[in-house]
């Protein structure tokens, strides 16, 4: 029996990126998906130099876990460099921590550490036009 995938803990919402190689042959090919997860994996460790522990610690998950999940996002970074494919990012197994929030009129993203004090106002323009993510 297979275990069921343990939800991972983000701190930032990921971003929806596509990085797309100038290439006309690029179409023809399979598209690299890349999963929240991996890509905050690859974030942690490459990115903010966090050892295995320290990453698997902030996404809330075990060391050997956030080891196969950063060896998943390398080889699949690196198929898409080599073979001149298709990177996107896409929603993982991963929830949001905390409270947060995005503004429709400016686009920006913000968590509210104490939803009491929260007056649902964007703290950048001051619109009340808002959605949680």
Partial sequence: MVRPIKIRKLYLPHPTITF????SNV???????LLSEEYHALRLIDYEL???SQAAKVMGISRPTITRIYEKAR???ATALIEIRELEVKEGNTTLH?????CKVCGS????PDPDLFQELCPVCNSSE???L
């Fill in 130 to 132: 808002l959605y949680k």
């Fill in 109 to 112: 993203e913000f968590n509210i």
């Fill in 50 to 52: 966090l050892n295995h």
């Fill in 20 to 23: 797309s190689p100038i290439n």
């Fill in 98 to 102: 905390g409270s947060w929030y995005k």
């Fill in 75 to 77: 080889k699949k970074l």
């Fill in 27 to 33: 179409a023809e090919k399979k598209k690299v998906t």
